[in-house]
C-alpha cells in the first residue's frame, strides 16, 4: 500500500538553526516526491518536486531510495519559514497525490 | 486567473443537515480532487475527476458524500446527512497534465462545522 508518514506533527527551531522536516514513504515502485506548504492564511501550494533537484527559499529534498525518505532541510531557518509542511507521494500510474499528516513547523525569533 | 475558488469559505449547520460545498477549478485544467483535512487524519483524498469523470472515489467515506462535475468548471461535494465528525477543512485542487506534472492547485478550503 502506498503511504507516506511524518513523524512529528510540530517542529520548534530558533531562527539560523538548522531544520529537518522528516518524510517517509512506502511504495513498491518508483514514486514521485513532493514537499507542499501552507502558510499562514494562504493557501497549500508546491514547494518543490524530487525530480527538480532544485532548491527553493533555502530548502532541499534528497530521495532516499535505500531509506525510502524524502526529508526536508535549511541550514538555516528564517521566521518566513513557520508554516505547514506536507510531504507527499505520487505513483506513477496515477495521477493522485497520497500525503503524509503535515509538520508544523514554528521558528522562534 | 483567480485560480480555484471554493465557496462557502465557511459553513456552520446542524446534524442531519445537508450541505453542499462547491469548486471552480481554472481554467483549462482537467483534472479535479477533493481533499478533507483533520487534525487527526492530515489531508486525505476524498475523490478525484478527469475530463469531468470520476477516476477515483475510493476515499469517500460513506454513502452519505456524493460529489458530481457536471462540467468542466463546476463541481460540488454533497453530505446529507451531515454528522459532527464530518466538521474538517475541505479542499478542492485542480491540475493539468500539460502543466507542471501533478502539480495541483489548491482552492482556500471550506470550513465546515457541524453541531
Known amino acids: 500500500a502506498q503511504r507516506v508518514t511524518q513523524p512529528e506533527k510540530l517542529l520548534s527551531v530558533f531562527k539560523g538553526a538548522p531544520v529537518e522536516l522528516k518524510c517517509n514513504y512506502s511504495?513498491?515502485?518508483?514514486?514521485?516526491l513532493f514537499w507542499y506548504v501552507q502558510y499562514s492564511r494562504q493557501r497549500l501550494q508546491l514547494l518543490l518536486r524530487h525530480i527538480s533537484r532544485e532548491s527553493i527559499k533555502g530548502f532541499t529534498a534528497d530521495l532516499n531510495k535505500g531509506e525510502t525518505s524524502f526529508h526536508l532541510k535549511k541550514p538555516f531557518a528564517q521566521e518566513e519559514d513557520s508554516a505547514m509542511y506536507y510531504c507527499?507521494?505520487?505513483?506513477?500510474?496515477?495521477?493522485?497525490?497520497?500525503f503524509g499528516t503535515g509538520t508544523r513547523l514554528q521558528v522562534f525569533p | 486567473d483567480a485560480g480555484v475558488i471554493q465557496s462557502p469559505r465557511h459553513e456552520v449547520t446542524e446534524m442531519g443537515q445537508e450541505v453542499t460545498l462547491r469548486c471552480k477549478p481554472i481554467?483549462?485544467?482537467?483534472?479535479l480532487f477533493w481533499y478533507r483535512q483533520t487534525m487527526m487524519r492530515g489531508l486525505e483524498l476524498l475523490i478525484y475527476f478527469n475530463n469531468n469523470v470520476p477516476i477515483d472515489d475510493s476515499g469517500m467515506p460513506e454513502d452519505r458524500f456524493s460529489a458530481k462535475m457536471p462540467n468542466a468548471s463546476f463541481s460540488t461535494l454533497k453530505i446529507q446527512p451531515s454528522e459532527p465528525r464530518d466538521s474538517a477543512v475541505y479542499f478542492c485542487?485542480?491540475?493539468?497534465?500539460?502543466?507542471?506534472?501533478?502539480?495541483?492547485?489548491f482552492g482556500p478550503g471550506t470550513r465546515l462545522t457541524v453541531l
Open positions: 481554467s483549462g485544467h482537467d483534472y
Open positions: 507527499a507521494l505520487s505513483a506513477l500510474s496515477t495521477d493522485k497525490l497520497i
Open positions: 485542487a485542480s491540475s493539468s497534465r500539460t502543466g507542471h506534472y501533478n502539480e495541483q492547485f
Open positions: 511504495y513498491s515502485g518508483s514514486p514521485e
